[in-house]
């Protein structure tokens, strides 16, 4: 594996685990993680897990990748519109 790739896995894997301690409502645990990564590590790594998770839900689902991107853009946009 290449330190490119190893780098962005390792990112990744970093994203993870700010998403996990979020999940679980630690957000000092959080903070922690997110304070550990430089920005740029950071967007590469959610644009990683980001695109595995879509291909598994893809997988999951029966539906092309395009659909569940769409989706989750509706769900985001859904999000949006509750915001007070």
């Known amino acids: ?10 990112a990744a894997q ?6 996990a301690a979020r999940h679980r409502g630690d957000t000092d645990g ?4 997110l304070a550990d990564l430089e920005a740029e590590r950071l967007a590469g790594g ?6 595995l998770a879509l291909g598994l839900a893809s997988e999951a ?3 092309p ?3 569940c991107v769409h989706g989750l853009s509706l769900d ?9």
């Open 1 to 10: 594996m290449s330190d490119d790739l190893a780098g962005l896995v390792e």
């Open 14 to 19: 970093h994203a993870a685990g700010i998403v």
């Open 30 to 33: 959080a903070r922690v993680l």
């Open 46 to 51: 959610s644009l990683l897990l980001a695109t």
């Open 61 to 63: 689902t029966d539906r």
């Open 65 to 67: 990748f395009d659909q």
């Open 76 to 84: 985001l946009q859904r999000l949006v519109d509750r915001l007070p």
